[in-house]
Structures are given as C-alpha cells and as structure tokens.
C-alpha cells in the first residue's frame, strides 16, 4: 500500500484540515498534519491533537454492549422494551439488541440519514430543542418514541442513529452508570486513550480540535451551536489518532472482548453488498482474501474514518475538522487493500 501517493492523488489533500496517520505495530509509518485546530489563534493540528468522530463513536457503543454481553449483564435477544424502564411509545416490541447493534430495528429515526436533506432536517432539530440542553441520553426519547416504525425489525438493514441512542440507554440500565461513564472506564481508561473523551463543547481540553462550518459568504464558524453539548452513543466523541491505533490493536490482542464475543463483532452480521457488510457495531469490506474493519463519522464540521487492515497490522484513519469529505481517500485505500 503506497500511503504517500494515495494521498498525493486525493483531490482535496491540500484543502484538508486535520490528520491523517497510517500506523504498524513500531509506530508512524505516514502522516499528514493539517489545517488548524483553532483557525483565529492559528494553532496548527498535530498528531496528538483530538478530533470530534461523530458516528464514529457507534464504534465504541458497540464495544461497550458487547463488553455488558459478556459480562452477563445483557444478551443478544434481550427485547428492548424489557431492558428498559420507560415507555417506548411507537417502538415495537419485538425490537431486540441484536436489531439495535446491526442497524436492522426499523425504529424511527430522530436523525434520519436515509432521507433527503438530513442535515437541514437536523437542523431544524436542534432549533427545536436546544443543543446545550443534550447532556443526558433521556434527553434523547422526547424525538425518538413518537416516530413511526420504518419497517419490521429485522428485514432489511437500516441506518439508524436513533437505535444507537437507545443502547446508550441500554449500558445505562445494565451498568448501573452513565453511558458516557461506562465507556470512560471499561475502555477509555482501562486502554489508557490519553486524549480520547466526551468533552463539553463548551470547554474543550487543550489540544482539540474546534470544528469548523464554512457558511455561503465564506466566514468559517465553530460547530458549538450545531452539535450536542456533549457527545451520546450515536455520536460526540473526541478522540486522536494514536488513542484509534491502540483501540484497534486492543481489539484484537483480545483485550477488550472475549473470543466468541470477539468473533461475533467483527462476523458479518448483515451484509450491504459483494464486499460490505456489518458487524455489531462495526463495518466490514472483504475483497479476496482481505479484510478490513472500520468506522466512519461525519456531521457539522466534522469528517472521519478508522481502518483496521489485519493482514498487514495497519491502522489508518483520518480525522478532519471542516466537512471536506475524506470518503474518496478512504475508498482509495479499500481498492489498494
């Protein structure tokens, strides 16, 4: 994989802001640091810097779920609505946690990424209710469990942000604490991630990333007003290169799941087409013999993808904070896989 002449033919490597960084078992083997984390004091990104990943986050969500499966705590089968003390509304329930993890529930979706003009419609979301106000999953249900069901749980795969705050929810009812806090101590901290966290937006550590809007008339503005004031299970964490590449290889070093639950992650659960499909909580491209894993995020002022490439002990992710699509990048990687 010739990492430099990737990246050399990307259109937008030379208006990217952010990193990209390629990693083996010793250490850097490419990397790009861009643009700047804070563009009015001009204070350059760097490779220890953090970024928010959006849905990159389900990745950790998925983690955590499958972490309480093998704690005993929670099952595959489990139904929703006997995990959870609220009233669901318009959720079926024959919905399990199996549905939830793989994108196959059907619930309706507060965020719903299948439509057209998903951004405006969030938009319009958060003009309703507040972003500095989405500090606690329970939020969430509010514009959840009056939507109608999309389809049957279980027929076909459907992206859903929705399903995935509904896990968050789950931990909570598992573990007894915080979604937020879970995650902080069964992986955060047991993997020593020195800079991966759900920081306020409002008060972000040094060292992290703003992200950044351009508007029509060109002005660049911070994400602050666009985005939750802290990050849920479908979305809002912060996290750095270095923090992804131990994730992965913590992963499967077997350090953060058993081996049959590890199995059951990265199985290809539902597939998407020929080469893709997903996991519990995790995406999966087989071309031949190869397979990489991955996870991918985008939302106002931000775009990321993480790749695990198992044959060659690689991690190669990239964490931008404009919404300059890094996809093309990201494809150009599979085809070379």
């Known amino acids: 994989m010739d990492l430099e002449r990737i990246w050399n033919s990307w259109h937008d490597a030379k ?44 990745l950790f969500t998925g983690l955590a779920v499958c972490k309480l499966i093998d704690e ?72 959840i469990t009056p939507l109608p069901q999309k389809f049957e749980p ?29 995650v902080k101590d069964e992986i955060i901290h047991k993997l020593n991630l020195r800079h991966t966290g759900f920081y306020r937006m409002d008060a972000l550590p040094a060292n992290t990333a ?10 660049w503005q911070t994400n602050i007003f666009k985005l939750p004031i802290i990050g849920g299970s ?11 590449d131990i994730l992965w290889r913590a992963l499967f070093d077997g350090r953060i799941l058993s081996d ?16 893709k499909s997903y996991g519990l909580g995790v995406y ?15 939302d106002f002022g931000v775009d990321f993808f993480t790749a695990y490439f198992p044959e060659k002990k690689i991690t190669v992710s990239a964490l931008g904070n404009t919404e300059i699509d890094t996809f093309p990048l990201f494809n150009m990687l599979l085809s070379e896989s």
């Open 260 to 275: 049959n639950m590890l199995q059951a992650f990265l199985k290809p659960q539902v597939k998407r087409n020929d080469v």
């Open 234 to 244: 479908d979305g809002g964490l912060f996290t750095c290169a270095q923090d992804l």
């Open 72 to 143: 005993r705590k929670l099952s595959l089968d489990d139904k929703l609505w006997d995990v959870l003390p609220y009233d669901h509304g318009l959720i079926n329930r024959k919905v399990t946690i199996y549905h939830l993890l793989t994108h196959t529930s059907g619930i309706g979706d507060y965020i719903d990424e299948e439509t057209p003009n998903s951004y405006e419609h969030e938009q319009e979301l958060t003009n309703k209710y507040p972003v500095y106000l989405w500090d606690r999953m329970e939020y969430y249900l509010q514009m």
């Open 284 to 298: 999966r491209f087989d071309h031949g013999k190869n397979t990489v894993f991955y996870a991918v995020g985008g």
């Open 210 to 219: 703003y992200g950044y809007i351009e508007t029509e008339s060109g002005f």
């Open 15 to 58: 208006s990217f802001s952010g990193v990209f960084s390629a990693r083996d078992e010793h250490g850097v083997i490419f990397e790009k640091c861009c643009g700047f984390r804070n563009l009015s004091e001009k204070l350059p990104n760097n490779s220890d810097t953090a970024f928010g990943i959006a849905s990159g986050t389900k």
């Open 154 to 182: 279980g027929s076909r795969f459907g992206y859903s942000n929705a399903g995935f705050v509904m896990l968050g929810l789950v931990i909570e009812a598992a573990s007894g604490k915080s979604y937020q806090q879970y």
